[in-house]
């Protein structure tokens, strides 16, 4: 694995730092920060390990782009889904860049934490982190430069959303060359218009989640998702598995709603069985006909994404890194992803040696969508 990137650091010691880092991210230490791993590599005093992080001239952009290479080359597939998400990473104090009181579903609540949005590639090979963003708050840091430059946060470095980051780092597959065949998100990136319409611009296929309030244009004119599913027969749901899950097939009842003749959109509703008042809604863009079954896959891929932050953290710790300066957090969690994507790339390997029996099939039907118009 650290030959893949091994020529990213110049300097030999570097180099050697870099190699015992990755390998105390994929030891069975608890806690992963730096004293920990130096210990583990025999040194007296984490000062090493933190010249890695904070120090030494290596460029973490350049192993991201190795990183990304080697999940695709391993576990890419033509159904495979890229993932657009964010999690929280609670701190103390107020010095690490772009910590401040705000709400992380890692707590469910509002907490001092940073909080980094993600890029993550999800296919029935394997599923893996491949790029990262730091999210920094407006008013409590790029508005305070002082404060930025406190924090190793250079001057050319602007306010930009989480969609905006989202966006950034798909534009960054498709430079170089990936071929993204699906992208799905939450609401936070679904309501975004101006992310919708690059995804479209781009010819980049979505399923994204979106708020109930969400105007569908119709032959009528706008209406809002859950007016429309409101009105939609009861012949139109269908029951389908949007993935397997801990307890096997997520199973949801599902209607395809289309505006009719001219538009490009469809609007996608997901009902609990359990509880027929609880819809979620999604927007679906494709290039062409897709079939309902396909949609309700793409938008389940979104719920493994959580799975692969939590595996990242407890497995290679994500989360366990003690530093401040921007370009330190960019270096944790890229090495981070590199030894999760390791772990996931060898078990995908494992598997094809020794495959698991077959699942019984889901529940399915194929009934057409809902025409407004």
């Known amino acids: 694995m650290f030959a893949l990137v091994a020529g990213r650091f110049a300097q030999a010691d570097s180099r050697a730092r870099a190699q015992k880092y990755l390998l105390g991210l994929l030891s069975g230490v608890e806690r992963k920060n730096s004293w920990s791993l130096a210990e583990l590599a025999g040194d007296s005093s984490p000062d090493g390990m933190q010249r890695l992080l904070n120090f030494y001239r290596w460029d973490a952009e350049a192993v991201r782009d190795d990183v990304r290479g080697y999940v695709l080359a391993h576990l890419d597939d033509p159904s495979g889904v890229f993932v657009g998400d964010e999690t929280g990473f609670i701190k103390k104090g107020t010095k690490s860049a772009g910590v401040q009181r705000q709400y992380t579903g890692t707590s469910g609540k ?21 790029d990262r963003e730091l999210y920094l708050p407006q008013k409590s840091w790029c508005a305070d430069r002082d404060r930025c430059r406190e924090a190793g946060i250079g001057d050319e470095v602007e306010f930009a959303t989480k969609p905006e980051l989202a966006r950034r780092m798909l534009a960054r597959l498709l430079e170089a060359g990936v071929t993204v065949g699906w992208f799905t998100a939450d609401e936070l990136y679904g309501d975004n218009p101006a992310l919708r319409d690059w995804l479209a611009e781009q010819a980049v296929n979505y399923v994204l989640a979106v708020s109930c309030d969400y105007q569908v244009t119709t032959p009528t004119g706008p209406a809002r998702a859950d007016v429309l599913a409101g009105r939609a027969p009861a012949r139109g749901w269908q029951r389908l598995s949007a993935g397997r899950g801990s307890k096997g097939h997520r199973l949801y009842d599902w209607l395809l709603i289309d505006p009719g003749p001219g538009e490009r959109h469809q609007l996608l509703v997901r009902r609990s069985i359990s509880d027929p008042t609880d819809l979620a809604y999604y927007v679906c863009h494709t290039a062409g006909p897709v079939p309902l079954a396909e949609l309700v896959r793409v938008a389940g891929s979104r719920w493994a994404v959580e799975e692969t932050f939590q595996f990242a953290k407890n497995e290679t710790g994500l989360d366990h890194y003690q530093v401040r300066k921007y370009i330190a957090w960019y270096r944790h969690i890229t090495l981070a992803m590199l030894a999760a994507a390791f772990l996931a790339v060898t078990a995908h390997a494992e598997r094809i040696r020794t495959p698991p029996p077959p699942h019984p099939a889901p529940e399915k039907g194929a009934p057409e969508p809902i025409l407004i118009g």
Not at 112 to 130: D, K, W
């Open 110 to 130: 509002i907490d001092n934490c940073q909080v980094g949005v993600f890029l993550t590639y999800v296919s029935r090979h394997g599923r893996a982190l491949i």
